[in-house]
């Protein structure tokens, strides 16, 4: 399959390129820098530029771009660029399918989206057909899914993943985690109370691959493990496998004054189950917190 890929080079982007790439499909790389080799595309997504022939060849189009909501403190400016970078990155392709020949169009589009579309859902399980959540989160999925509908509109399957907590050492929400504990100076956030959906990082490039190849599946899928736990029952799993005691709460407020206005997000209940990919047969390797934690820590 030849797949033309956006934000290849965040912390989901390069691992998924090297699995694809290992599962034999040519990976075209659009960079907002000059190209500097064959399997790269320049495109200028804030200026809503991409080439149509960059396109034209193409299989299937994955853009996982966007800025970090958990990379820096949300000033306003901050928050707009969260949003802008996925809008128009998502916007510039979505437009770009659909004005080429339907001939030439690709077969899918897999576009990011992410379970803050739901909000804050307390203890309450959801799917896919769940309405859309309040606050800044689940505006931004809002506008963001919204802009794939011309792609859609021109008869192009569109896959929005709504990805939860990728586990792995090297990013996301384990890495910011891992010294703290090791220093025996962590422990849950706030309450404990809210529900966090994991899934393990061999899973979650496993569900990108598998929704590349279900010609079955469009609109909404969740990105997340089968079995979601709270951040306290999160906190008591990592402590026993890194061996270390995690006995001192971070109260709310804490979290209000380090973080801003990420701190809401972050003691967000999020009950979220993977209903799509459960009816559509999808086997996780690791399904339960234990194996994916284990699994994060040392592969």
Known sequence: MRILMAGVSGFLGTRLVDRLTADGHQVTRLVRRPARSADERQWNPSAAQLD?????DADAVVNLAGAGV????????????????????TSTLAITIAGLPAADRPAVLLNASAVGWYGNTGDRAVEEDAPAGEGFLADVCRVWEAATRPAEDAGVRVVRLRTGLPLHRDGGLLKPQLLPFRLGIAGRLG??????????????????????????????????????????????????????????????????????????????????????????GFGYRYADLPAALHAALHD
């Open 191 to 280: 309450s404990g109370r809210q529900w966090l959906p994991w899934i393990s990082m061999a899973d979650w490039l496993a569900v990108a691959a598998f929704l590349l190849d279900r010609d079955d599946l469009a609109g909404p899928v969740n990105g997340v493990g089968p079995a979601p736990v709270t951040n306290a029952e999160f906190t008591r799993e990592l402590a026993r496998q890194l061996r270390r005691p995690a006995i001192i709460p971070i109260p709310a407020l804490a979290l209000k004054v380090a973080l801003g206005g990420f701190a809401q997000e972050a003691l967000t209940s999020t009950r979220v189950l993977p209903g799509v990919l459960t009816r559509a």
């Open 70 to 89: 958990g990379d820096r403190r949300w000033t306003d400016g901050y928050r707009r660029l969260i949003r802008t970078s996925r809008v128009d990155t």
């Open 52 to 56: 149509p022939a960059v396109m034209a």
